[in-house]
């Protein structure tokens, strides 16, 4: 139990353009989901908190108009880096939180050309 | 401040050399303790939730127990499959989730 998923795990794209990166749970309602993004050999750095059907809240220093965060439904939320610039590669994951636990999808490797 | 602070950074061990990871904290409210495993390229696999000072919970050859301080993750008879990057997270306050920097783990056949 406690599956969650991410797609796509891999994307390659041209600076400039916006990426969408879609985090499921697949056998749970997830009320809150968490999004990180990792760099090498580093460990997780979240990005910001969604509930499902309000704002997502952000950490400090992490541009609200550049990760677009939505969570339409209690199993869906979706990230969307804008105007993608190389220095936006990472290694991006989400989580979903299942009584107090969260609950890792398997990660977006994130290549921006 | 609220901090997670995991001890060592890296760890060898051969093959059914016994040991213990450390994850050490100080928040205020705690409301969980997590473990955590992660595999290079791959998001973080749940291991253990302790909610409590003086439980423990164990799975194959993982054992983990909570002080008030302190967490541990022994690891018995080590295989290299258990060979990864062990994350302790700590939940606090107003859903407020901390995550340790890891320890490495590399077991040798």
């Known amino acids: 139990g406690a599956v969650v998923s991410q797609h796509p795990s891999r994307v390659i794209c041209k600076s400039g353009t916006s990426v969408k990166i879609e985090c499921r749970s697949l056998?749970?309602?997830?009320?809150?989901m968490f999004w990180y993004r990792q760099f090498p050999k580093q460990s997780l750095m979240l990005m910001a908190t969604?509930?499902?059907?309000?704002?997502?809240?952000?950490e400090q220093g992490v541009e609200k108009d550049k990760f677009l965060i939505n969570h339409a439904s209690l199993t869906l939320s979706t990230l969307t880096v804008t105007s993608a610039h190389p220095e936006d590669s990472s290694f991006y994951i989400c989580?979903?939180?299942?009584?107090?636990?969260?609950?890792f999808g398997p990660g977006t490797r994130l290549l921006v050309l | 401040e609220d901090q997670v602070t995991q001890s060592p950074e890296a760890l060898r061990l051969q093959e059914g050399e016994s040991s213990s990871l450390n994850c050490s904290y100080t928040?205020?409210?705690?409301?969980?303790l997590f473990w955590y495993r992660q595999d290079p390229g791959k998001g973080p696999e749940f291991l253990f939730t302790?909610?409590?000072a003086g439980e423990e919970k164990e799975k194959e050859r993982l054992k983990a127990t909570l002080t008030k301080k302190e967490s541990f993750l022994h690891i018995t008879a080590p295989k290299p499959e258990d060979s990864a990057t062990y994350l302790c997270a700590v939940q606090a306050d107003f859903n407020k989730f901390y995550f340790g920097s890891g320890t490495k783990l590399n077991v040798k056949p």
């Open positions: 969604s509930n499902e059907g309000s704002k997502a809240t952000y």
């Open positions: 056998d749970f309602q997830a009320t809150t």
């Open positions: 302790l909610y409590s």
């Open positions: 989580s979903g939180s299942s009584e107090q636990t969260q609950y």
């Open positions: 928040v205020s409210g705690l409301r969980g």
